[in-house]
């Protein structure tokens, strides 16, 4: 349940507003943006009289009950898009930032040469993984610690951003100058993780599950907003379905449908949902024109000889063709590839 107050109400009546309900054993929620505030109510609703409460209480505009199980990451909740800062970058609607690099962290020649030339060719963020979650044991599971500090090199050369994936709570500490955690597919559901991962402040890339609904995938958004953490970017990378002849089916739907419910950033991720290189492109046109924030493209120095997921990985000059056609169409949907 929400209630909207009148605007130019003051601060001071909304938290009295609020400490009545508190006092009744519900928790409020606060938003509050440029023209409006608006404060929620968890827990059985089912009791109060939301035309009641709006008729006896004069700051209030109106109220309504938000019948998803989603509260916080809720546009109803907070009509405002939410930007997310990272850096000199911020992602949001209006904007669109394209996060480049390897699957996996594999040396220092490996990740300075990618970082340098994604870095010329436009990229926004620099990604690679430190800890890989592999289906194999006897797969390449990162460099691990080693793997954090030599993004963080390519972070002091090039001035990009890193996006990392965090697979455990055990690794949280190596991730204290990481701009933006991920959470991967596997881990979308690792609640205590989201739980952690609410009470700090960082960026975090949330990925949707391999066979996850739109509302389970708000759901784990709304474990890490309770906890206080706004600075929440989702993730559609595709979903696993009957089809065999790509690795993921890409929900381009997802995109529009997340923007429609929530106020958090939405940006796509081509090389999990294709699975091949050849793919990524169209994909990532797609992207663009279904309205995503951004992209999350694997891209290597030498993909053939990749220790993980070289097969839809672009090489360097491909990533370089397509960030001068990403720019082109970025433009024409009246976005802006910032970096500012």
Same mark, same amino acid.
């Given at each position: 349940?929400?209630?909207?107050?009148?605007?130019?109400?003051?601060?001071?009546?909304?938290?009295?507003?609020?400490?009545?309900?508190?006092?009744?054993?519900?928790?409020?929620?606060?938003?509050?943006?440029?023209?409006?505030?608006?404060?929620?109510?968890?827990?059985?609703?089912?009791?109060?009289?939301?035309?009641?409460?709006?008729?006896?209480?004069?700051?209030?505009?109106?109220?309504?009950?938000?019948?998803?199980?989603?509260?916080?990451?809720?546009?109803?909740?907070?009509?405002?898009?939410?930007?997310?800062?990272?850096?000199?970058?911020?992602?949001?609607?209006?904007?669109?930032?394209?996060?480049?690099?390897?699957?996996?962290?594999?040396?220092?020649?490996?990740?300075?040469?990618?970082?340098?030339?994604?870095?010329?060719?436009?990229?926004?963020?620099?990604?690679?993984?430190?800890?890989?979650?592999?289906?194999?044991?006897?797969?390449?599971?990162?460099?691990?610690?080693?793997?954090?500090?030599?993004?963080?090199?390519?972070?002091?050369?090039?001035?990009?951003?890193?996006?990392?994936?965090?697979?455990?709570?055990?690794?949280?500490?190596?991730?204290?100058?990481?701009?933006?955690?991920?959470?991967?597919?596997?881990?979308?559901?690792?609640?205590?993780?989201?739980?952690?991962?609410?009470?700090?402040?960082?960026?975090?890339?949330?990925?949707?599950?391999?066979?996850?609904?739109?509302?389970?995938?708000?759901?784990?958004?709304?474990?890490?907003?309770?906890?206080?953490?706004?600075?929440?970017?989702?993730?559609?990378?595709?979903?696993?379905?009957?089809?065999?002849?790509?690795?993921?089916?890409? /929900?381009?739907?997802?995109?529009?449908? *997340?923007?429609?419910? %929530?106020? $958090?950033? @939405?940006? #796509?991720?081509?090389?999990? &949902?294709?699975?091949?290189?050849?793919?990524?492109?169209?994909?990532?046109?797609?992207?663009?024109?279904?309205?995503?924030?951004?992209?999350?493209?694997?891209?290597?120095?030498?993909?053939?000889?990749?220790?993980? /997921?070289?097969?839809?990985?672009?090489? *360097?000059?491909?990533? %370089?063709? $397509?960030? @001068?056609? #990403?720019?082109?169409?970025? &433009?024409?949907?009246?976005?802006?590839?910032?970096?500012?």
């Amino acid at each position: 349940m929400i209630f909207v107050m009148k605007q130019n109400v003051e601060k001071s009546k909304v938290d009295a507003f609020r400490k009545i309900f508190e006092d009744k054993g519900f928790k409020t929620l606060y938003s509050f943006g440029t023209d409006y505030q608006v404060v929620g109510l968890v827990g059985n609703t089912s009791i109060l009289d939301v035309d009641q409460i709006t008729e006896t209480n004069v700051i209030v505009e109106y109220g309504k009950r938000i019948t998803e199980p989603f509260k916080m990451v809720n546009r109803k909740f907070q009509p405002e898009n939410t930007y997310v800062k990272v850096g000199p970058t911020t992602f949001g609607e209006g904007l669109f930032q394209v996060i480049a690099g390897p699957c996996s962290v594999e040396n220092e020649n490996q990740i300075m040469e990618i970082a340098r030339a994604v870095k010329l060719s436009g990229a926004t963020l620099l990604r690679g993984g430190a800890f890989k979650p592999r289906s194999s044991p006897y797969a390449f599971q990162g460099l691990h610690a080693e793997g954090i500090q030599l993004l963080l090199q390519a972070k002091k050369e090039t001035g990009l951003p890193i996006v990392s994936e965090l697979t455990s709570l055990s690794q949280f500490d190596l991730f204290e100058d990481v701009d933006v955690i991920q959470v991967g597919a596997r881990n979308m559901q690792n609640f205590d993780m989201l739980r952690e991962l609410g009470l700090c402040k960082k960026a975090i890339l949330l990925k949707r599950g391999l066979a996850s609904t739109i509302e389970e995938f708000l759901m784990s958004a709304e474990y890490i907003m309770t906890g206080g953490n706004s600075n929440i970017i989702l993730c559609e990378r595709g979903i696993r379905t009957i089809e065999t002849m790509t690795r993921n089916t890409l /929900d381009i739907s997802a995109v529009p449908l *997340l923007k429609k419910l %929530s106020h $958090l950033p @939405v940006i #796509i991720d081509p090389s999990h &949902a294709g699975g091949m290189r050849s793919l990524v492109a169209p994909l990532t046109k797609a992207a663009i024109a279904i309205g995503a924030d951004g992209i999350l493209i694997e891209t290597h120095n030498n993909p053939a000889e990749a220790l993980s /997921d070289g097969a839809q990985s672009l090489d *360097l000059s491909d990533f %370089s063709e $397509l960030m @001068v056609e #990403i720019e082109r169409r970025v &433009a024409f949907e009246n976005k802006k590839l910032d970096k500012s």
